[in-house]
């Protein structure tokens, strides 16, 4: 703190106009000091006037005051050297190399304060002082510092440039409308400047309003963002109670043929222990019959014999055994495949329901996204490449697969295959094991006179005219015959031409419901596009 005040006392000793301490200190009849050298040089610049006055309180003096060094003040500036105290101004006063440093100080430059349009010079502080006391100063424009004052200068005429062409939409001085600019839409700079000012003002308006828009859209999708976390949420909840339930009643299923097959186990059991202790009491009957039987057949006397015979050789009624019809490994083995039926039905209505319930949580967009644009080469399109296999339970009986179910060959020979609902009873069709949705990329290979190749949905007919690809509203195809090359949907032809490759590509974007057909060969040729709305998960179909 004693420091502090000393650096306090010590600024009263500096030298307004070089902001330094006193150098052969001189009082002026005002009573403000100054160094001897800088007021001389101030005054001398007011020679012409004859009229000279103080730098800080402007207060004149005629005619020009002799000055005499203050003694006093010069002792006490020695006296504040000798303890080295330093009364100069910090150094964030000073001006460094990224500052506008004021163009009238000498030696080490303050930091500008302001800078003059009308002089083209920047001013510290106190050289400053001019232009806020001195009249014709005071009509001058002041901005903040700025190390640009020398583009206001042309460059030609070496003038201020006051002026802006209209024409040319470029600042000028007073001189260039008379060759360079002459003839063309010229106004002063602050006429300009209105009227930038008013197209400013209206864009600022617009921007308001746009960002009071954009304020209303951050709100609606701040609660849009709560809305959609409550619904999942809820979703969330209401999919785990759901399924909790299913798994209670197949818990509950599990129990009751566990409680089933245990209860006829019991009886099976129980009537099987009880013949099964009938016959071993008979055995037993029998042993001990057999055993007299045996002792009467060894009676010596004849007529002893022959008259005991007829009450011995009566035997018990045996127990009836015709009931028993054993199936050796055949017991309960076809509850097991019975249960196992249950499971394949469950697992293929899980499979196809799941993907409805997959598409139905894609199709969620709140902001509504546009779609991606479609690729341009064919390894854009392999991105999006998905591995097909053919379903065999809708595989049409001429229809032999092979290669993992990857194709389908068309035979004359009918094949064993199980009945299956899904089955194509009458066309030679079968569809994929896959559903399709988002956005996918296939290929395929054909051979022969004739193919279709196609996307439906899954509840497409499998009998009848209206199951075949492409002649009813669930399906869409491209079909191959012999030269002929032409595309079905809902029962409507469409004939194009285009180049017949051995190969095919589909390209499906199913939530922007586009459909391409392209034949691949050294290049891919777009041979047919469908724009439409898909309702439903899709299958590949050949």
């Given at each position: 703190m004693a420091q502090q005040g000393a650096q306090l006392d010590g600024a009263?000793?500096?030298?307004s106009i070089c902001l330094d301490l006193l150098k052969d200190p001189v009082t002026i009849p005002c009573g403000h000091s100054y160094c001897m050298s800088c007021v001389n040089n101030f005054w001398d610049e007011e020679d012409k006037k004859e009229i000279y006055s103080c730098p800080q309180c402007r207060q004149t003096f005629t005619p020009r005051p002799i000055l005499v060094k203050n003694t006093m003040l010069a002792d006490l500036v020695e006296e504040l050297k000798k303890t080295g105290l330093q009364a100069a101004p910090a150094d964030h006063c000073y001006a460094g190399p990224e500052d506008v440093a004021c163009d009238v100080c000498t030696g080490r430059k303050l930091k500008a304060f302001k800078s003059c349009l009308q002089c083209?010079?920047?001013?510290?502080e106190n050289h400053l002082q001019r232009h806020y006391n001195v009249a014709p100063l005071k009509k001058h424009k002041l901005v903040d510092p700025s190390k640009k004052l020398q583009e206001n200068i042309c460059s030609r005429h070496d003038e201020v440039m006051k002026m802006f062409c209209r024409t040319d939409q470029q600042i000028i001085c007073y001189l260039c409308p008379v060759d360079e600019h002459k003839g063309h839409d010229t106004v002063s700079a602050a006429a300009e400047r209105t009227e930038r000012q008013?197209?400013?003002?209206?864009?600022?308006?617009?921007i308001q309003q746009r960002i009071q828009n954009r304020e209303k859209d951050v709100k609606l999708l701040q609660q849009e963002v709560k809305a959609v976390i409550r619904s999942a949420d809820k979703a969330v909840k209401d999919s785990e109670k759901i399924f909790t339930e299913l798994i209670r009643l197949l818990q509950k299923r599990s129990s009751d043929v566990k409680q089933q097959i245990r209860s006829q186990q019991e009886t099976e059991v129980s009537g099987v222990k009880e013949l099964q202790e009938k016959l071993q009491q008979e055995i037993t009957e029998l042993k001990r019959k057999d055993a007299e039987l045996k002792q009467f057949s060894q009676t010596e006397d004849h007529i002893q014999f022959l008259q005991n015979y007829p009450s011995v050789s009566q035997l018990s009624e045996p127990t009836d055994s015709s009931s028993i019809?054993?199936?050796?490994?055949?017991?309960?083995?076809?509850?097991?495949?019975?249960v196992s039926e249950l499971r394949d039905k469950l697992q293929d209505i899980l499979r196809d329901k799941w993907t409805n319930i997959s598409l139905t949580v894609t199709e969620v967009d709140v902001l509504l996204s546009q779609p991606e644009p479609e690729p341009k080469t064919r390894a854009g399109f392999l991105k999006y490449s998905r591995e097909i296999t053919l379903d065999p339970n809708t595989a049409h009986t001429r229809l032999l697969l092979s290669d993992g179910n990857r194709k389908a060959e068309l035979i004359k020979q009918h094949q064993p295959y199980s009945s299956h609902p899904d089955r194509f009873a009458e066309w030679c069709q079968v569809l994929s094991r896959e559903s399709l949705t988002g956005r996918c990329y296939w290929e395929v290979e054909r051979s022969g006179t004739g193919v279709y190749v196609a996307v439906a949905y899954k509840n497409i007919s499998r009998a009848g005219d209206d199951c075949v690809f492409g002649h009813n509203d669930k399906s869409w195809a491209l079909h191959y015959y012999n030269n002929t090359c032409e595309f079905w949907f809902s029962n409507i032809r469409t004939l194009f031409s285009g180049p017949q490759s051995s190969r095919v590509g589909v390209y499906l974007d199913h939530r922007a419901g586009i459909l391409s057909f392209y034949s691949i060969s050294k290049t891919m040729t777009l041979l047919h596009r469908v724009q439409t709305t898909f309702t439903q998960p899709l299958y590949v179909g050949v």
């Open positions: 009263k000793f500096c030298c083209l010079a920047s001013y510290c008013r197209e400013l003002k209206v864009s600022r308006l617009h019809n054993i199936r050796p490994l055949r017991y309960f083995e076809d509850v097991t495949a019975a």
